[in-house]
């Protein structure tokens, strides 16, 4: 076992701090990365403070962070994939059981047995998991995922989450080329989201809270923004929508964006508010219409997303920030003031 710097928080109500963690000997089917970048995911909060007690409570000292970019530093005999000074990512998953019918259909993410970057039960070492934001981690090579090398490590390791979190469900939904396609909320996952509908080739409207980010929703690929708190250009829309993908973190209406579904329209949600939405039943029938809901994405699809991101030089926004200071991007995080997320230099926790 190898004593690892991170930063844990010890309750749902204390602020991140400096911890020392083990991670464990790779074993000879396992990969050693030395971490680089951790974005910071809105699920890292709700997880951090506990706001999704009810589904998957959080067990304590926690260490977040599934939005992994780093170095291989070491493989095991029999490692095939990797070797020492690979760039790597690793997202929000670090195993399961290879054998259900979820893994055999490779949406790994669905396996009862699937392990999670952080706050899932750990079977080599007892306890729970730790994630990316720590100087190392220990991974699976079948959950490790190869990094073009012309991408931005930094901006590449959103990509993991929130990128495959937006990519998988509008891969899924089918031929979106010229269809009218929302995109609820310009955060962490909304503005990927974007890139993704508008390299897929749709007509891309951006649902924002913040009249603020109009000029940056256009800049990442939106055709049109609506201020979501305005009713008229909220009403000049209504039924004109094909899909729409609701990012949104917090309690909101999701019936006014179902109000904006067109006929046989669909609205997604991969946003994970701590309390349930009302839907009104009156709002899907007249148009035939659904809501589903999508959750990151198999080991396979992610690694297609990281090539095409290659492939046209696609990653996030990021504001790259010290580990020092995670709590105050929390902070801003909460109040909408992502641009678009948080990339921790992880080069920053050697001076703890
Ligand atoms: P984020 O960066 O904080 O973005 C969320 C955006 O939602 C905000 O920027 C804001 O956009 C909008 N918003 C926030 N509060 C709102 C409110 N009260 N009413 C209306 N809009 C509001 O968060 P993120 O990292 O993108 O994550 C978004 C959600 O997805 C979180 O719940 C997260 O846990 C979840 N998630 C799910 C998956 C999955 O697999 N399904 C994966 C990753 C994350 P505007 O300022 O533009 O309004
Ligand atoms: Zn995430």
């Given at each position: 076992m190898k004593e690892t710097k991170a930063y844990s928080a010890s309750s749902a109500a204390s602020p991140l701090s400096t911890d020392t963690i083990q991670r464990r000997d790779a074993t000879e089917r396992d990969v050693e990365i030395e971490i680089l970048y951790c974005g910071i995911c809105h699920s890292d909060l709700h997880t951090v403070r506990d706001e999704w007690s009810s589904f998957m409570p959080t067990t304590y000292p926690c260490v977040p962070g599934h939005e992994i970019v780093g170095r291989v530093v070491k493989v095991g005999s029999g490692v095939t994939g990797f070797k020492p000074g690979d760039v790597v990512g690793v997202g929000c998953l670090v195993d399961s059981d290879h054998s259900c019918p979820s893994c055999r259909a490779d949406v790994?993410?669905?396996?009862?047995a699937a392990t999670f970057t952080y706050n899932s039960p750990d079977?080599?070492?007892?306890g729970v998991t730790y994630g990316g934001y720590s100087e190392s981690i220990v991974v699976d090579e079948s959950f490790v995922l190869r990094v073009p090398s012309n991408l931005d490590p930094a901006g590449a390791a959103p990509l993991l989450c929130a990128g495959i979190t937006t990519y998988s469900p509008i891969r899924r939904w089918g031929e979106i080329k010229g269809k009218k396609v929302g995109v609820v909320g310009l955060g962490g996952l909304g503005h990927m989201g974007v890139k993704f509908a508008r390299a897929f080739g749709a007509h891309v409207v951006v649902f924002t809270t913040s009249p603020g980010k109009t000029d940056d929703a256009m800049r990442v690929g939106a055709h049109e923004v609506i201020v979501s708190t305005d009713a008229e250009q909220m009403q000049a829309h209504a039924g004109t929508f094909d899909f729409i993908l609701d990012t949104v973190s917090a309690d909101h209406d999701i019936n006014a964006y179902i109000h904006m579904l067109g006929l046989d329209g669909n609205i997604t949600l991969v946003g994970a508010p701590e309390k349930p939405l009302p839907v009104s039943a009156f709002a899907l029938l007249f148009g035939r219409k659904s809501v589903s809901g999508s959750l990151i994405g198999g080991i396979a699809e992610t690694q297609e997303m990281l090539d095409f991101c290659g492939a046209h030089g696609i990653t996030a926004d990021v504001e790259v920030i010290p580990i020092q200071k995670v709590n105050e991007a929390y902070e801003r995080m909460l109040a909408s003031d992502v641009k678009y997320r948080f990339s921790i230099d992880m080069a920053s926790l050697k001076a703890e």
């Open positions: 790994e993410q669905f396996c009862p079977k080599h070492l007892g």
